[in-house]
């Protein structure tokens, strides 16, 4: 009896140790599977994580192309960019980007970069989009479309002018006083009043643009003092002088005296820009001891370059030779025409100031191409922007 009690607990304990054993190797298996399980997870965010940070590089490849790529650059602004990229891991071939760029409209892009992740035998792929603009380019003056600027007042006595093609633009008041302007009213705008028409919206200021005179200086082809360009005009005859740029250095004045007694006329002819420190004064005519002496006073736009008269401090031009300008009168501080019967400007005329005295059909034809080209155009943003983003797996 005692014999039979032993062998059913021997059996019992056995059953009970088979049970725990399965027990244990079930939850073994279980905690190894989870384990598992974990570490793929956490492998596969890693590579989901490294899909995504490859598709973004991709996106800041393409982006970074466009903007230094002319010819990416142009398809953008164009709305005709359609062009694809692709890079991978060149040894295991475990990191792989496909970017496309595609115009949805003028300066409008959509970008979609895909990025494939290999390792550890888990693949991961992330796609992300975005879209891009970046504004029009633009070849407006930076002026707009004010080819007459004054910072300050400006001043008509006396005078008729002529006006077209032209806005007219002064930071300060404008006086006209014994004098015709033909100009359409709504193109004169004042920060300040003006007098003898009516009033209207006052204009957004705008600071009078500056311009490098050391950068024209060093450009200049050739450079005079005054007295080495008075030895060119004394003998009279026809002074030409090539340009692109011709620079006079010191204060710069020029008149009918500086002609030699015999002599009665002569023709300047400036192609480009006359630039100088002080553009004093240009007188065209004089009485000297009862002879009439007159100077011809010239500057032709056909170069290709900015064209014009440009001053660092101010300018005065007077008399009644024949003044023909194809470009823009510049002057860091005040613009005088006195006295003028035969002025025609066709360009533009920007100062500190302005004041036209007795001048008789003073003709202004406004430019705002050849204003661009002196004082430069309304930039092309370079910047792109972002519009939209998102990413899927």
Known sequence: MKLKNYHQKR??????????????????????AITKTESRISRSQKESVQAYYVAEAGIQNAIWQIQHDDAL?????????????????????????SVTAQSTGPS?????????????????????????????AS???????????SAGSTNVQNSTVNIS????YSGG??????????????????????????????????????????DLRNRANVTYTQPQFIDLIENGGDVDLPGPITFINGAFSISPADLKTNVTSVNITIHGLLVGNSIDSISTSAVIKGVTKTINFTILDDLGTASGMVSRTHTL?????????????????????SN?????????VIGSSLTINSCTNLSITGNPDKIGELIGVVPTPSMIEIDHWEEEY
């Open 340 to 348: 003028t019967t035969n002025m025609v400007i066709n360009g533009g």
């Open 173 to 214: 008041n404008q006086n006209y006083t014994n004098s015709t302007v033909n100009i359409p009213v709504n193109s004169l705008s004042s920060i300040g009043n003006y007098s003898n028409t009516n009033y209207p919206p006052a204009p957004d200021s705008i600071i009078q643009p500056g311009i490098d005179l050391t």
């Open 108 to 136: 409008r892009a959509e970008i979609i970069a895909t990025g494939d992740v290999n390792e550890d035998q888990f693949s991961a792929q992330r796609i992300v989009k975005m879209k891009i603009f970046r504004g029009l």
């Open 11 to 32: 059996g019992f304990a056995l059953i009970t140790t088979l049970v725990l054993l399965s027990v244990v190797f079930i939850a073994v298996s279980g905690l190894l």
């Open 73 to 97: 650059s142009d398809d953008l602004d164009a709305g005709t960019l359609n062009h694809t990229w692709t890079s991978q891991n060149q040894l295991l071939n475990l990191r792989n980007i």
């Open 165 to 168: 093609g032209a806005d007219l």
């Open 139 to 149: 070849t407006e003056s930076v002026l707009e479309n004010f080819s007459i600027y």
């Open 317 to 337: 031009i007077s008399g009644s030779g024949n003044i023909n300008i194809e470009g823009v009168i510049y002057a860091g501080n005040t613009i005088t025409f």
